[in-house]
Nanobody
Framework: VQLQASGGGLVQPGGSLRLSCAASGSIFSINAMGWYRQAPGKQRELVTSITSGGSITHAESVKGRFTISRDSAKNAVYLQMNSLKPEDTAVYYC???????????????????WGQGTQVTVSS
């Protein structure tokens, strides 16, 4: 099972970016999917997540600016980021709680998987 993220880049303050992340491999089911970020010298933090049922959690710092969505048919999650600020600069990682086909067969439970990270830089 792999997660592949894309869509980062350089944007001016007030601009927008859309991140995408797709899971592939021997997937039986996906529970929650989400986005984390890690700025230089700081710990990785949750940005936003969405459950398989559609319940969403946001960090206070991004409420009203960032929107998470998912396409279950494509095993994908997206992050629309608007009104970007310099403090949003970080490496963004997608994360998903996935039950692989093997884990389902052997009844070992789901586990978290991480994408490779994509850099988002907000600067004028």
């Amino acid at each position: 099972v792999q997660l592949q993220a894309s869509g980062g880049g350089l944007v001016q303050p007030g601009g927008s970016l859309r991140l995408s992340c797709a899971a592939s491999g021997s997937i039986f089911s996906i529970n929650a999917m989400g986005w984390y970020r890690q700025a230089p010298g700081k710990q990785r933090e949750l940005v936003t997540s969405i459950t398989s049922g559609g319940s969403i959690t946001h960090a206070e710092s991004v409420k009203g600016r960032f929107t998470i969505s998912r396409d279950s048919a494509k095993n994908a999650v997206y992050l629309q980021m608007n009104s970007l600020k310099p403090e949003d600069t970080a490496v963004y990682y997608c994360n998903a709680d996935i039950m692989s086909v093997g884990a389902k067969y052997y009844n070992t439970g789901s586990r978290g998987y991480w994408g490779q990270g994509t850099q988002v830089t907000v600067s004028s």
